[in-house]
């Protein structure tokens, strides 16, 4: 179970079925567009985390997440909701779920506190 602030998840949720970005694949953010988890990072603080080398991380970082108040059941795999035995990533970077679709798992799926 990904837990998170009820404020974050309904932001992400949002932000997903806005329209307002382009659907990218495994990077936060990509030349054309987000990952899902992109979308999470950017529309709270207007960007993406990076490396070192300015490179756009695949996921958000566990600190970023600790920082942020985003917990899991499991911490080996964190975008993996273990209720829904799903994983957000490969979803959206396989092409096997639209902005919409994975809307609706983070509502059925992500525990907002």
Not at 45 to 74: I, L, M
């Amino acid at each position: 179970m990904i837990r998170m602030p009820q404020w974050m998840k309904d932001k992400w949720v949002a932000a997903l079925r806005s329209g307002e970005y382009e659907q990218g694949h495994h990077r936060l953010k990509t030349g054309y567009g987000y990952c899902c988890l992109g979308v999470l990072q950017h529309s709270l603080y207007g960007d993406v985390e990076r490396h070192k080398n300015g490179a756009s991380r695949p996921t958000p970082s566990p600190k970023w997440c600790t920082d942020n108040g985003v917990e899991f059941e499991q911490r080996t795999s964190p975008w993996v909701p273990s209720n829904l035995n799903i994983s957000l990533v490969i979803l959206n970077d396989r092409g096997e779920a639209t902005f919409d679709q994975i809307a609706d798992i983070i509502e059925k799926g992500v525990e907002g506190y």
